[in-house]
């Protein structure tokens, strides 16, 4: 078998289907950072992560059958979901693997950058070592996004403006460089994107300034990166619901329907379902504009699964 981790997927006839559709190939899932506009709000779980060995062993397999079939991935795969990609940090042998790592493996199987939206390194070594390793080879990266935001429960100290502005000091340098991201053509490899309600807004551009000041940027980089939505981009808060139930942001705009239902149809940057591989080995069907998931299931009803002992 040519790509042992899979062989499940061919048993089932459905290994086509799920290239065809697959957005996600988990490095780590769930997040504890709570930041209150998220759907991760109130999840308790405990972050998983994938071992490494077993992450490459899958990327590989998966990027040997996009190959045999002459064809390469039709969307970005992301190594995450709702959690924040920057967390990623495992130990390998003598070795801790970074979120640097897993974009070195996206772009020798995959043949893509990765696309990452992160919340920041949080001032972490591991984060703030991977940021560093990927700023000095972009190549790995198709598009890094920053979001800075109320809505962090850091927002408010000293601390999360320091961390922010020294992110931004790793990143700044991306502006430069153009987006890869195939959905993104005409982007930059680096955006931050700005979210608040729109009452907060003079607040967080506020903050924004601070950050720049901080991270180094002179008043006429600052200004530019501030008068470029490819480089800084001022985005609404949606309430798109969280563990706890609705977003406990005051004012997020509602994206309920009738019957109570969240629908936000985002058919020019995603489409509307995809799969995704999880740490737990499960295959999962992503409904990208209901922010719902469920296990994807094969014949008989019985839930998919890769095999990650064969990766
Ligand atoms: S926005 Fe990102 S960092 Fe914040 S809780 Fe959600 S997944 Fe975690």
């Known amino acids: 078998m040519a790509y042992p981790s899979l062989s499940p997927l061919v048993e089932q006839g459905l290994l086509d289907e799920i290239l065809d559709n697959l957005g996600f190939i988990h490095a780590n899932d769930h997040c504890r950072r709570n930041c209150t506009h998220c759907p991760a709000f109130g999840d308790t779980s405990p972050v998983q992560m994938t071992p490494f060995a077993t992450l490459t062993r899958l990327v590989r397999d998966v990027g040997e059958a996009f190959r045999d079939r002459g064809i390469s991935p039709k969307r970005s795969i992301v190594s995450w979901r709702i959690s924040d990609p920057l ?5 390998d042998g003598e070795t801790t693997r970074n979120t640097f790592d897993v974009a070195r493996i996206w772009r020798e199987h995959l043949g ?27 190549d790995v990266l198709s598009q890094a996004k920053l979001t800075i935001t109320p809505c962090d429960q850091g927002w408010g100290s000293e601390r999360y403006l320091q961390n922010i502005a020294d992110d931004i000091s790793v990143l700044a340098p991306l502006w430069d460089l153009g987006s890869t991201r195939m959905e993104d053509p005409d982007g930059l490899r680096f955006r931050i994107n700005l979210k608040s309600t729109a009452d907060r807004r003079e607040e967080a ?23 470029d939505p490819r480089r800084i981009s001022a985005k609404d808060i949606y309430d798109l619901g969280s563990y706890v139930g609705d977003s406990p942001v005051v004012n997020a705009i509602s994206i309920k ?11 020019e940057t995603r489409s509307h379902h995809q799969y995704g591989i999880y740490p737990d080995g499960a295959v999962r069907v992503i409904d990208m504009y209901e922010f719902k998931v469920y296990e994807a299931t094969g014949e008989g009803g019985a ?8 990766a």
């Open 257 to 267: 329907g009738e019957g109570g239902k969240r629908f936000k149809d985002t058919a």
């Open 112 to 138: 893509q950058g990765l696309y990452l939206v992160t919340n920041g390194s949080e001032g972490k070594r591991f984060a703030r070592t991977a940021l560093r390793q990927i700023a000095a080879r972009p």
């Open 303 to 310: 839930p998919l699964r890769v095999d990650l002992r064969a």
């Open 87 to 91: 967390d990623y940090h495992v130990r």
């Open 205 to 227: 551009l506020e903050f924004m300034a601070r950050a720049m000041d901080l991270a180094g940027l002179d008043a006429g980089a600052a200004q530019k990166a501030l008068a």
